[in-house]
């Protein structure tokens, strides 16, 4: 099992950046692949990004989005550059075995953080 924590969502005004944060517990959180996804109000959920276990390979296809991770720390970032309203979302993080954007391909999930763009 791994247990997953979201955390540093808010009210951010367009333009700023936000970073939010994932601290992962349990059993090997540090050997997952690590991704986010969001779900705005009415919306599917969307793959934002994600990143190897190592850290080496990451996935974002808007490169306003930018995914690290502290291995030490079992924490993954996600850092949102230069926010939009239609950023609005609740995001999540989830951890799986490969990368991938598909999320049914991810184990576990974080209960979210709500990030509200005001314009």
């Known amino acids: 099992q791994v247990q997953l924590v979201e955390s540093g969502g808010g009210l951010v005004q367009a333009g700023r950046s936000l970073n939010i944060s994932c601290t992962a517990s349990g059993r090997t959180s540090s050997t997952y692949v690590m991704g986010w996804f969001r779900q705005a109000p009415g919306s599917e959920y969307e793959f934002v990004a994600c990143?190897?276990?190592?850290?080496t390979r990451t996935v974002a296809p808007d490169s306003r989005f930018t995914i690290s991770r502290d291995n030490d720390n079992n924490t993954v970032y996600l850092q949102i550059d230069n926010l939009e309203p239609g950023d609005t979302a609740v995001y999540y993080c989830?951890?799986?075995?490969?990368?991938?954007?598909?999320?049914?391909?991810?184990?576990?999930w974080g209960q979210g953080t709500q990030v509200t763009v005001s314009s």
């Open positions: 989830a951890s799986g075995r490969i990368i991938t954007r598909s999320l049914d391909l991810y184990d576990y």
């Open positions: 990143i190897s276990a190592s850290g």
